[in-house]
């Protein structure tokens, strides 16, 4: 017995992942792909398996912790590899005994060669293959663990009774709200009985079917044979059928040549920085060894080869910005001889070499059922490696050009996705033959989909970009067509004046306003008769409180009264887009014309001040924005935004809310009008109103209702003091 720490495998580059479950406990006997600890992160739950078999000795880590690549996970007292086989000591029957446990599997396919060695193994004190025939029996299949998920829904079947099945091979697809996943076969045998169909669901533990599989010999053979041959199989040689099987499934699962290494799924991310280069050209590296490493706004995370060779060009460098499918490099890939160690070998015809060769054949045999398999589904290329390439299998994604490509001449009711992915995917103009799979079994995602939105988006801002189409031009992102460049040149002379930052800071803000807030304005009308008169009657001891009294001031005032009896404008929506946050306090923004571009200082705790002291925060915080004076924190914290026109002019407007808040007030230039008074016409000192807001938060009622409040304290300024 041996102990070594077992630790934290790759888990596709995430980092301080949270542990909901330990599954194991000091003094436990564990099998290879037991689960050890469950993580669970902001996409998926997973299990983590115990690479061997032992019993464990001591756990290093607690259920809420964090962790990442690399970290310890436990202790582990692991089995000895049996290394009988080696001692002279041993006598001929245990060493039979345990040939016989080895090479069990493939006792039906070997008798004859078996029986007719039976007197070379004596001689040579070697394991061979037992004459005997192993038996079968029945197990039930069940949902395992899916991360806590009750009721998930079956998409997919992709099994039916009858079927010879491998282990880890997809028997159904599940869909959660946040993930579709495979649930693979833990056993490798014949589907006897299937108890699901599709639209069913489905918790942990439900019964899927019935397999008919090897007896416990086989399965213990199963583990013994791919020990020995990845110990083994180098000094030994197969006979000729065998050779002939073998050479086929290896040429499936290897591909020589050069071979291109691009940026895999990065999780949406775009212009992802690179911080480290791994490789030179010239360097020796295997399939998993780092190339890159890439450090976005969240975390850091290395990319790893998808190939085992020789790197010959690497088109990178530190401090470049790279995307999804970006090109890396070149790498040129061993072929089959460099993965088949037998090949090598000296050609010796020794009893032991042949026990190896059957153990080659016998892995051979599993690759090429699995690859013709493959074959059958419908693939239509040269190589089995060739299609695994084009499908992604070996982790490196194709480019927005071969995507393309792939999406031409389809529909997107031949795209592997869901219902709701097909949805979302209607609601937002997106065609999903055109969009990356990233999910199980070329399956895609909802994230899929929103990464795509981003790309197009962000292809578009650049101008174009590699999968800019004349179809996809006119259509632009997320189904908004783009505005076609002009060369105005052409109709006379022009100037080119860029824009300052304040105005592109500005332009972007507005923009995303008005793309994301459902914008619908009130109008209204507020007799300030009165109030002006007062105004002009104050004016001048205002000015000797160093205050300049304008209209502005009573309006900020009168809006910190409507905003305290209808609170539902004083908020913000989460970011979830399942609350809203109410605000206690009572911060107001004006929006200030200056030289540079639109400015919005705070006035903060309105509620709390009077109305000469707002006229002179008002004028003070003015003049600062026109000489460009204000400080950031001096433009952030706003509940509710002001835009006045009224020295200006226009009867009024339609304003864009200030997001994250809700509601914005313009203010028109006012004018006398006949008022019925319900006796007689008066001349009124009207002013226009316009309240635009978020329909999110806002309901149009309560929209009226906020407006004509406001009018009523402008019209009677009494009011301000209840």
């Known amino acids: ?389 084009d499908q992604g299998e070996y982790g490196g994604e194709p480019g927005p050009e071969a995507r393309r490509k792939q999406g031409e001449g389809s529909s997107g009711s031949s795209v592997h996705a869901g219902p709701a992915v097909r949805l979302m995917a209607r609601e937002l103009g997106v065609e999903l033959s055109e969009v990356k799979a990233s999910g199980p079994k070329g399956r895609v995602l909802k994230e899929d989909v929103d990464a795509f939105v981003k790309q197009v988006m962000s292809d578009r801002k650049k101008g174009g970009g590699a999968s800019a189409q004349p179809s996809s031009q006119a259509q632009g992102g997320a189904g908004i067509p783009p505005i076609p460049a002009v060369d105005f040149s052409q109709f006379g002379e022009i100037e080119e004046k860029p824009m300052g930052r304040l105005m592109k800071a500005g332009a972007t803000n507005l923009h995303r306003s008005w793309l994301n807030v459902p914008h619908v304005t009130q109008f209204d009308e507020a007799d300030i008769t009165e109030l002006e008169a007062f105004r002009k009657a104050m004016k001048d001891e205002a000015a000797q409180q160093g205050a300049k009294l304008t209209p502005l001031p009573f309006m900020i005032k009168a809006a910190a009264h409507a905003l305290a009896k209808f609170p539902q404008f004083n908020v913000s929506l989460h970011p979830d887009g399942d609350k809203l946050i109410q605000k206690k306090y009572f911060n107001i923004g004006v929006a200030v014309d200056t030289p540079n571009g639109l400015m919005v200082p705070v006035i903060r705790n309105v509620d709390q001040k009077g109305i000469v002291e707002l006229a002179r925060e008002v004028i003070d915080l003015a003049g600062r924005a026109q000489e460009g004076k204000l400080k950031r924190d001096e433009m952030q914290g706003g509940c509710f935004t002001i835009s006045s026109l009224g020295s200006i002019g226009g009867t009024a407007f339609t304003p864009i809310v200030n997001a994250p808040e809700v509601a914005i007030l313009g203010v028109s230039k006012s004018q006398m009008k006949p008022v019925w008074n319900g006796s007689e016409f008066k001349p009124r000192l009207m002013c226009p109103l316009s309240l635009s807001y978020d329909h999110r938060a806002v309901n149009g009622a309560d929209a009226a209702r906020f407006t004509a409040y406001l009018a009523s304290i402008l019209t009677d300024i009494r009011r301000l003091t209840m």
Request: charged fraction near 40%; aromatic fraction near 0%; hydrophobic fraction near 25%.
């Open 1 to 389: 017995m041996s102990s070594e720490i077992i630790k934290v495998p790759d888990i596709g580059g995430s980092e301080g992942v949270e542990i909901i479950e330990i599954s194991v406990q000091a003094g436990d006997t564990i099998e290879a792909e037991d689960t050890m600890i469950v993580l669970e992160s902001d996409k998926a739950s997973m299990d983590i398996p115990a690479p061997k078999a032992g019993k464990v000795k001591k756990v290093l880590v607690s259920e809420g912790d964090k962790v990442s690549e690399g970290d310890d996970i436990l202790e582990l007292e692991a089995e000895s590899d049996g290394d009988a086989d080696e001692n002279d000591g041993e006598s001929d029957e245990s060493d039979d005994d345990k040939s016989s446990v080895k090479d069990s599997r493939d006792a039906e396919h070997l008798e004859e060669e078996a029986e007719a060695d039976e007197s070379e193994v004596e001689e040579d004190s070697k394991p061979k293959k037992s004459s005997g025939k192993s038996g079968k029996r029945t197990v039930e299949v069940r949902v395992p663990d899916i991360g806590g998920s009750e009721n998930v829904e079956i998409i997919e079947i992709a099994v039916s009774e009858g079927d010879d099945i491998s282990e880890e091979d997809a028997l159904i697809t599940l869909e959660s709200d946040k993930a579709s996943m495979d649930v693979p076969s833990p056993y490798s045998g014949k589907l006897v009985s299937l108890e699901l169909k599709e639209g069913d669901t489905v918790s942990e533990g439900d019964l899927i079917g019935t397999m008919e599989i090897a007896g416990e010999g086989d399965e213990d053979a199963d583990e013994d044979t791919s020990d020995d041959d990845g110990a083994d199989g180098a000094d030994h040689e197969e006979d000729a059928d065998a050779t002939e099987e073998s050479d086929d499934a290896e040429d499936d699962d290897s591909e020589g040549g050069r071979q291109e290494l691009r940026v895999p799924d990065i999780g949406g991310s775009d212009n992802v920085e690179i911080i480290e280069v791994s490789i030179s050209e010239g360097d020796e590296i295997n399939e998993e060894d780092a190339l890159i490493t890439l450090e976005s706004d969240k975390a850091s995370m290395d990319i790893p080869s998808p190939f085992k060779g020789k790197v010959v060009e690497v088109s990178v460098k530190e401090g470049d910005t790279v995307s999804e499918g970006d090109l890396i490099g070149y790498i040129e890939v061993a072929g089959s001889k460099s993965k088949s160690p037998a090949k090598k070998s000296s050609g010796d015809k020794s009893d032991s070499k042949k026990k190896s060769d059957d153990s080659a054949k016998k892995s051979s045999d599993s690759k090429g059922k699995s690859s013709s398999s493959k074959k059958e589904s419908g693939k239509q290329d040269a190589s089995d490696d060739q299609a695994k390439k």
